[in-house]
């Protein structure tokens, strides 16, 4: 009985301090190197999302290149949002223009304007 | 002699890794102390306080009116600012500085902020680079450490006219 609780005890310390270096450690990796998301909608077909609503695409979403915020054009970028047309805008400095590839069934910077390039991971 | 060493290096390694990744954890998700630099909020917080951030409230779309916000700067993404929220989406703005005889309005855009610093006088803010994705958004500050004769919870808006009516 007491060889038994000994044995849950120790069973749970290391249960809890594998949990404290685990969780930070991926916590952070994903913050800072990669993770992985689906795409949904149709507004980057046909490069993601070709097979309509039937399938959703899973990405890799590099953060590591994004540490020191170096965007080419061309990028297909992910971006925190939280929910102009046929004119000519002026990105200000610090911004960038994200459009979805399939034009008209895209909510992108037609509809939020030019976003700050911070935000984009 | 040279396994003792490899040891002791990979352990070191390995504590260094874990530890950084904790204290990350705790800074963008918990908070941090920070030290504030610049004439643009005061008299709430002078140059070179040091303030107590919390970025709970940011995962949570807890963010109010009234409340001071550290975010990323719009115009250069390495950079901090520390601002003041003056009105959430979908709110009415006053733009216009107080010297003006006209009052000009703009309406928050959504998933915006409109921030502006304390010292309106000398503030690079939303009335300079219009307002600012929530997204950039990165702790709110509450509690001053430093000095310590202004120790505790901060003040509230010296200029409170500047918010919306309702």
């Known amino acids: 009985m007491a060889q038994s609780q000994g044995w849950v005890r120790r069973y749970a310390k290391a249960f809890f301090k594998g ?34 609503s ?8 590099n953060h590591w290149k994004m540490r020191n915020f170096e965007v080419q054009r061309g990028d297909i970028v992910s971006l925190v949002t939280i929910g102009h047309k046929n004119r000519y805008v002026k990105v200000p400095r610090g911004h960038i223009w994200v459009e979805g590839d399939h034009h008209g069934h895209s909510f992108d910077s037609n509809s939020f304007g030019p976003v700050s390039h911070v935000v984009a991971c | 002699m040279l396994r003792g060493v490899l040891g002791k290096t990979f352990r070191l390694v390995g504590y260094t890794i874990q530890y950084g990744c904790i204290a990350h954890c705790a800074f963008e998700y918990v908070g941090g102390v920070v030290m504030c630099s610049g004439p643009s909020m005061e008299p709430t917080i002078q140059n070179s306080d040091i303030v107590f951030a919390e970025n709970l409230s940011r995962h949570f779309y807890g963010i109010q009116r009234g409340d001071i916000v550290i975010a990323k700067s719009p115009s250069d993404p390495k950079s901090n600012i520390c601002k ?72 509230d808006s010296p200029n409170g006219h500047r918010f919306s009516d309702d």
């Open chain 1, 19 to 52: 949990f404290f270096v685990a969780v930070p450690v991926a916590v952070t990796f994903l913050d800072r190197v990669a993770c992985v998301a689906r795409v949904e909608g149709a507004s980057m077909q046909p490069s993601l999302n070709p097979g309509g």
């Open chain 1, 54 to 61: 039937q399938s959703s695409d899973v990405v890799l979403l």
């Open chain 2, 84 to 155: 003041r929220v003056i009105g959430l989406e979908g709110d009415k703005i006053l733009t216009n500085s107080p010297s003006d005889f006209f009052k000009s309005h703009s309406y928050v855009p959504t998933g915006h902020v409109w921030l502006e610093g304390d010292n309106l006088q000398n503030s690079t803010d939303s009335r300079y680079y219009g307002p600012i994705p929530y997204g950039l958004i990165r702790g709110r500050i509450f509690f001053k450490i430093w000095p310590l004769s202004d120790f505790g919870f901060l003040r």
